[in-house]
């Protein structure tokens, strides 16, 4: 309706994992056939964001958009009539320089023909590198164009940084400042309500103890990694979901890297059946002139300042690092060429999707941990990443997108996004809760948070008894090996319904990390584990024969067919 009217400019606020590239691919698409407009710039920030971006749109319509893999062959793009140049994916970093009087290219003076012409530029995740100079340029250089931003966490007042000094005024830029105006808001709650993303759990846990000194810093890293090792099959299903690691610094990230594989090593020694976590580490190099690496620095402010103190030492750490993943998974990167070791990576924590048995390593392949400063946590999806463990403040934005690479839905296996916090951050989580979430922030705490665990073993009692009490009502006593005495194919569905929602809640309770002794004997004393194998497999049986019944009845009023099994809750 903007454009059509050519009026102004606006912001769209859609929650991280809500389908934001979907919308902005069919928004261009729109605008592709849309005579008044000259092209239509899809902006992001980021090469990586950048191949991804490209990634979904061509999966969404094969061949609709093609990369530039310099600036060069964006100019050329911008600069073609061809209908097939008008959808143009590129990152804000390409185009500041393509439209850098200063470059000896000349790219700016060739571009001056599309000057005066309508463009529409869609940004993706506005509140990034678009608050510099780059933005700035954009708009000086093409009076005309509309701008339009995405964005899951938007810049408000109060968790604005950037600030835009106009003569003796000094105030913070928020997203309405770039962009005029909301044009349509789809928060998180929102899209938790919908299922469209999961819920969290967050763990808080601090190690005690007086850390103040050097040694008690050592210390509180040493406690941290052995509650992660504690902690990590729990909360990621039995390593059938991988997690990050995100740490303060570079520094803490090398150290903690050490420390895995130290105390790793002494839990092997200790015990044979111990079985190590493949623990990787990712954080970008001194820049050293390298274009790539300065382009994925522009929004890693932690890491850029830290490659400025003892960059050599900080490169031969992450050289050492490079080297075990090489050694590991039979690669050949290097530090000269981080990029292809950061796309490896990234790779690899998608791979978790498949199983072990399906690869030819059986999951050898895989990475069960990533340590990180700043990367990966924005911008980065995978179904199967699900925990988060933290040691490194986080506020308002850049908490909700480091919480939100644990949410995307998968199936009743994953039934939220892990988060473990080991600074304690429970007011920052508040905070943060409170403004993204467009709603009052109790009510949004409570859509947000899943409920905790006091309250869902209440559930599982309530559900327990739900089917005891259905079994005694069918003459048979609720053991596992009284499923086969279920008469009639409504008894054998009727026992579905229970025990799935038994299964659920205890699937759900086995990868909640904050459960005591006496929970823990409570949930044993509901369903001992014995029994809930038992009976699973009792499930599958019964739930295999009536789906086979579904499949040769088509009576809506059959209650079988309003059966969904869920198999993969029992997939163990």
């Known amino acids: ?71 060069e062959t964006l100019v050329q793009r911008l600069l073609s009539e061809d209908k097939a140049d008008k959808v143009i994916v590129t990152t804000i970093q390409k185009l500041g320089l393509a439209l850098d009087g200063a470059n000896k290219r000349n790219y700016r003076e060739r571009l001056f023909p599309l000057a005066t012409k309508r463009l529409v530029f869609i940004f993706d995740e506005c509140h990034r590198s678009q608050f510099g100079e780059n933005h700035r340029a954009i708009k000086e250089f093409f009076p005309n164009a509309q701008l339009f931003g995405f964005t899951g966490t938007p810049i408000f007042e109060q968790n604005a940084t950037v600030v835009q000094i106009e003569g003796n005024q000094a105030s913070r830029r928020t997203t309405q400042d770039l962009f005029q105006r909301q044009l349509h808001a789809y928060t998180i709650t929102h899209a938790i309500e919908d299922k469209n993303v999961l ?63 130290t105390i790793q090593a002494e839990r092997q020694s200790a015990d044979p059946d111990f079985v190590p976590l493949k623990v990787a580490c990712v954080f970008s190099p001194p820049a050293d002139g390298d274009p790539d690496v300065k382009q994925i620095q522009e929004d890693l402010p932690q890491e850029q300042a830290d490659n400025q103190v003892e960059p050599e030492k900080k490169k031969e750490s992450l050289r050492a690092i490079i080297a075990d993943y090489n050694a590991r998974y039979s690669t050949n990167h290097a530090v000269g060429e981080f990029d292809l070791y950061y796309q490896d990576v990234q790779k690899r924590i998608k791979d978790q999707q498949f199983p072990n048995a399906d690869l030819p390593r059986k999951g050898a392949e895989k990475i069960d941990l990533t340590i990180v400063v700043d990367m990966l946590l924005t911008g980065f999806d995978s ?43 429970k007011e920052a989580v508040d905070e943060a809760i409170a403004l993204f979430s467009g709603e009052a922030a109790e009510r949004a705490r409570e859509v947000w948070l899943v409920d905790p665990a006091p309250k869902v073993i209440e559930k599982l009692e309530d559900a327990t008894r739900k089917l005891a009490d259905f079994m005694a009502s069918q003459g048979v006593e609720p053991r596992p090996e009284e499923v086969a005495n279920l008469k009639g194919d409504e008894a054998r569905a009727g026992f579905i319904e229970r025990f799935k929602e038994v299964k659920r809640l205890a699937t759900q309770l086995d990868q909640y990390t904050d459960l005591d002794d006496a929970a823990k004997a409570k949930i044993e004393a509901l369903i001992p584990r014995d029994d809930l194998r038992a009976f699973s497999a009792q499930y599958l049986e019964v739930a295999k024969r009536l789906q086979e019944r579904q499949r040769k009845t088509d009576d809506p009023d059959d209650p079988i067919q309003q059966l969904e099994f869920e198999f993969v809750l029992f997939d163990s």
């Open 1 to 71: 309706d903007c454009v059509e009217r050519n009026d102004g400019n606006g912001y769209i606020w859609h929650t991280t994992g809500s389908g934001k590239t979907l919308t902005s691919f069919k928004a261009s698409t729109l605008l592709r056939d849309n005579d008044q407009i000259a092209k239509c710039v899809f902006v992001v920030d980021r090469k990586d964001l950048d191949r991804q971006t490209r990634e979904e749109f061509n999966r969404f319509q094969e061949g609709c958009v093609e990369g530039n893999t310099n600036t």
């Open 199 to 261: 819920r969290f759990h967050v763990d808080y846990f601090k190690p005690e103890g007086d850390f103040a000194s050097v040694a008690g810093e050592q210390l509180r890293k040493r406690k941290i990694v052995e509650a992660i090792l504690d902690k990590h099959d729990a909360a990621t299903h039995q390593r059938r979901f991988n997690a990050l690691f995100a740490t303060a610094s570079i520094n803490d990230a090398i150290e903690y890297y050490e420390l895995f594989k």
């Open 383 to 425: 179904k199967f990443l699900n925990t988060l463990y933290v040691d490194k403040n986080l506020k308002y934005h850049g908490l909700i997108q480091a919480f939100s690479r644990t949410n995307r839905v998968l199936n009743a296996s994953k039934p939220y996004g892990n988060v473990l916090d080991f600074r304690a951050q």
